[in-house]
């Protein structure tokens, strides 16, 4: 809802695979581009996994509100990459202020940020 709290850190490591376990999800081969950017195979896998964590991990379980998540995901990166980077700095500003989990956002938001950037 766009009000940071002190639990708002935990959350998003707690949520993030490759924040919780350090471990980048295992992604295949590239191949030869497809005419779309993504089948609906790769959309399904993607969601899967993001759809359990959040059923699975946070105080509020509820599949309307991962649908919600997903519709906030799909308009902020249907924005473009100023919007997905303008929401990557403000993980990176609720991770930075946190005693432990800053280390995420030296290791992992920095690099999406320059990347996003990057992306033509």
Request: with cysteine.
């Amino acid at each position: 809802m766009n009000d940071p709290t002190p639990e708002s850190s935990w959350t998003l490591c707690s949520l993030i695979p490759a924040f919780s376990a350090l471990d980048p999800a295992p992604y295949g081969a590239q191949t030869a581009p497809a005419a779309a950017p993504f089948t609906a195979l790769e959309l399904l896998e993607t969601l899967a996994p993001c759809y359990r964590r959040s059923l699975a991990f946070p105080l509020y379980r509820s599949y309307a509100l991962a649908e919600a998540c997903r519709q906030d995901v799909a308009w902020v990166l249907a924005k473009g990459k100023r919007m997905a980077l303008r929401w990557l700095l403000r993980v990176k500003g609720i991770l930075d202020h946190h005693e432990v989990y800053y280390v995420y956002s030296k290791i992992w938001i920095d690099d999406f940020c320059v990347w996003v950037q990057s992306v033509e």
